[in-house]
């Protein structure tokens, strides 16, 4: 389950758009800022959602966003080998937490394919949607199970998935189609225009460009013929922050019609390089195949 952060900032980079600064291309520009995520052994991201509409939508949009102003979600990747993230061959240990405002609700490290995790039971009464029902057992399965951590081996990990799921990622055919898409993406941004911003850029276009751009390289991808793309109402908006050639934000956001009301959705990703290292907690409890047995969770 590696969190590949290169993965979630492919992404976000979109956020790049037509970055043709200093006379460097925009493709040029936009894999510069890729490639600084993963250039150290270590970086952080600290992600943010939100989500807002306009008209008759308004109302029950405001309820999703009370809860997305809550939650964060924050990712540590250091590479198991102390080279540079990109050059780690998959060999990156993970600490990701997902916070309900400020604190971790879930918190997961991933270490040589060892998982611990830890769940803070409590964090979830900031939501008064949860019920009265699921509040009402929050207090029993703190005692039990809250703010303890757990160590599921990955020999366990192994053992509950099948054989397809052991297979290695063809990790070249991957990036091949990430270099795909990444090229179709370039494209639509290299045809509309952009604006510089105080530390980096930004760009607002149509769905339908978008759409358009993307759905011959998605065919190709499928072994499919390219078909014509049918009208998607809406606009893109992104924007990327640069510290140099190196990314330090991005935000991604969609506006479209929904219900007869506008609905934008946006994620916002800001990019550190810390030297902080991924370790793995003390005294955690060992997940086995006979505590599962004793939880009733045997059959899984």
């Not at 893109?236 to 990314?247: E, I, K, N, Q």
Request: glycine share 8%; aromatic share 4%.
């Amino acid at each position: 389950m590696k969190a590949r952060i290169t993965s979630a900032v492919s992404l976000l980079v979109v956020a790049s758009l037509a970055l043709s600064a200093c006379g460097a291309s925009v493709k040029q520009t936009l894999r510069s800022a890729l490639d600084s995520v993963g250039a150290q052994s270590t970086v952080q991201m600290h992600l943010t959602a939100s989500v807002s509409a306009t008209g008759a939508g308004a109302s029950s949009v405001a309820t999703y966003q009370s809860i997305l102003a809550k939650l964060s979600y924050d990712v540590h990747e250091q590479s198991a080998n102390g080279d540079a993230i990109a050059d780690a061959a998959g060999k990156v240990n993970s600490d990701i937490t997902v916070n309900v405002s400020g604190t971790p609700l879930v918190h997961l490290i991933e270490i040589n394919n060892t998982i611990y995790v830890k769940i803070d039971f409590t964090a979830l009464s900031a939501f008064p949607q949860i019920g009265s029902s699921l509040s009402s057992q929050l207090p029993a399965a703190q005692l039990t199970f809250g703010n303890r951590w757990f160590e599921v081996p990955s020999s366990l990990v192994l053992s509950y998935l099948s054989a397809s799921q052991k297979s290695t990622a063809d990790s070249a055919g991957q990036s091949d189609i990430e270099t795909k898409l990444l090229d179709a993406v370039v494209k639509v941004i290299e045809s509309n225009p952009y604006t510089a911003t105080s530390n980096g850029f930004e760009q607002t276009g149509t769905l339908d460009s978008l759409a358009a751009g993307l759905a011959p390289a998605i065919a190709a991808l499928e072994h499919q013929k390219a078909t014509t793309v049918g009208h998607t109402p809406g606009t893109y908006h992104v924007a990327l922050g640069l510290d140099g050639s190196v990314a330090t934000s991005g935000t991604i956001g969609i506006t479209a019609p929904n219900g007869g009301s506008d609905m934008s959705v946006s994620l916002t990703a800001t990019i550190s390089h810390n030297d902080i290292a991924v370790t793995a907690p003390a005294n955690a409890t060992v997940i086995t195949p006979a505590l599962l047995k004793s939880l009733g969770a045997g059959g899984l």
